[in-house]
């Protein structure tokens, strides 16, 4: 089978398969406020670490589509709450999501109406950042402050805009009991991905495995 041009459907296939060929992916449970201090909470399935020096973070936000209007009543193409939260304020909060929040994550991915608590609808705690104004997702054990670098606007598909959000960090918080040797110990937590679809995936202690680069380079494999 060869798609061309994301012609998928024209293949018979229900999903587009390029959600799922670009897997796992971590998820960016973002947390924002907007300029009257309301919080909002959304995760997003196209979110990574683009840099070190300084750290960067990036967020792929498409704008609402057809079945948001068509199902709930937003203007096509509006911007989502996140995003224009973002724009506003130029800041916001990555929320690593860990086994044990993946309901809570999931209930704030309904389509609310603006100016709902997606806090309070997925009961789950407030706290405050150390450096930025939305709060952080105080159940999860490592959250990344971040403040706006830049928005670009990316090919727009038929209708609706996708902007991709890149953030500086910040501040990063940490559980103290995910420090080891003077290390975060990532078999320490079980987080989760995004595979497409209905889909995620697991990291934990039991799927982790290490490996050595040849020239033995000291910060990992590659």
Excluded at 5 to 24: A, C, E, M
Excluded at 135 to 164: F, G, H, N, Q, Y
């Amino acid at each position: 089978m060869h798609i061309v041009n994301g012609d998928w459907q024209k293949q018979g296939l229900r999903y587009n398969p390029f959600h799922t060929i670009v897997s796992p992916r971590p998820i960016g449970w973002t947390s924002t406020v907007n300029t009257s201090g309301k919080p909002n909470l959304a995760p997003f399935a196209y979110f990574n670490a683009v840099n070190t020096e300084p750290e960067q973070v990036m967020l792929g936000i498409s704008n609402r589509g057809h079945a948001h209007k068509n199902d709930y009543g937003f203007e096509l193409n509006s911007p989502k709450d996140t995003l224009q939260n973002i724009i506003d304020t130029r800041e916001f909060v990555i929320n690593i999501v860990t086994d044990d929040l993946a309901e809570a994550m999931n209930k704030t991915s309904h389509n609310f109406t603006p100016g709902v608590d997606e806090f309070e609808q997925a009961g789950i705690t407030p706290e405050k950042s150390h450096l930025v104004s939305p709060p952080r997702v105080k159940e999860t054990p490592i959250a990344l402050e971040c403040r706006l670098w830049r928005s670009i606007e990316l090919p727009k598909s038929k209708d609706v805009t996708t902007t991709m959000i890149i953030g500086t960090v910040v501040s990063t918080y940490i559980n103290d009991d995910l420090i080891a040797e003077g290390a975060l110990d990532v078999t320490k937590i079980t987080t989760i991905g995004r595979l497409g679809s209905r889909y995620y995936c697991r990291v934990n202690k039991e799927s982790i495995f290490q490996m050595t680069r040849p020239d033995n380079y000291t910060k990992g494999s590659w």
